[in-house]
């Protein structure tokens, strides 16, 4: 058996084997942690924000990422004016798609950030 085989993953995608993967891995862990924490209960809402702050702070000026994400999110939602934004905010899935896609820029910003520290460590 190929250690390729071993590798694939129940959607037929094969996960790769190398550094950057891996240390890709620990960071999302850590930030799942993060949040798994939250939603068990064992920290509370503030508290889950500071680490979520501390997070984008260690990597750059947060609300220059903030900015972006939200950017990005707007540009890829289609919304240029606020009479776009009402059109799209006033489906509720709409909104969750919306805040989950800056979720997904914030996460690829830090881990990104995170991976090439790791290089110079």
């Known amino acids: 058996m190929d250690i390729r085989d071993i590798m694939m993953e129940p959607t037929g995608i ?9 240390k890709l891995s620990e960071i999302i862990l850590a930030l799942k942690a993060d949040t798994e924490e939250f939603s068990n209960g064992k920290i509370t809402q503030e508290e889950a924000t500071r680490r979520w702050e501390a997070h984008y702070a260690s990597v750059g000026d947060t609300d220059s990422i903030q900015y972006a994400a939200v950017q990005c999110g707007l540009q890829l ?20 798609a ?13 881990m990104g950030a995170l991976l090439e520290r790791s290089r110079h460590e």
């Open 14 to 22: 094969q996960r790769p084997d190398h550094p950057d993967f891996w």
């Open 77 to 96: 939602a289609g919304i240029e004016t606020g009479a776009d934004w009402q059109a799209v905010m006033a489906n509720p899935a709409n909104h969750n």
């Open 98 to 110: 919306f805040v989950k896609t800056i979720q997904a820029y914030f996460d690829g910003f830090i």
